[in-house]
């Protein structure tokens, strides 16, 4: 089995920074690309920032300039630094992998999430 694991929400002040860390654990045997998703129960889904496994990065304007997504590949670890905080980037964050892992025998190509960790933006 594979699970992802999210670490470092939490409250913080308008202006404040938060790390937010993802670990990807199980029978994995690569992971191509990671990213940070939010969610409020206002809102669909949105992106936040995505790594390929070679670093590149993306960003939605909302968040750039504010935000940096890092990974750890021999750890199977993505970061979000969040620097700038607004109320408005309060929200459930999520990690999702890309990931093939090895299960009974086979090799499995899957895309995963994690549980999901509340940052919360307020004074």
């Known amino acids: 089995q594979v699970q992802l694991v999210e670490s470092g929400g939490g409250l913080v002040q308008p202006g404040g920074s938060l790390r937010l860390s993802c670990a990807a654990s199980?029978?994995?045997?690569?992971?191509?690309?990671m990213g940070w998703y939010r969610q409020t129960p206002r809102k669909q889904r949105e992106l936040v920032a995505t790594i390929t496994r070679s670093g590149t990065t993306t960003y939605p304007d909302s968040v750039k300039g504010r935000f940096t997504i890092s990974r750890d590949n021999a750890k199977n670890t993505v970061y979000l630094q969040m620097n700038s905080l607004k109320p408005e980037d309060t929200a459930v964050y999520y990690c999702n992998a890309d990931l093939t892992y090895y299960s009974g025998g086979y090799t499995v190509r899957d895309n995963y999430w994690g549980q999901g960790t509340q940052v919360t933006v307020s004074s």
């Open positions: 199980g029978s994995i045997l690569s992971i191509r690309a």
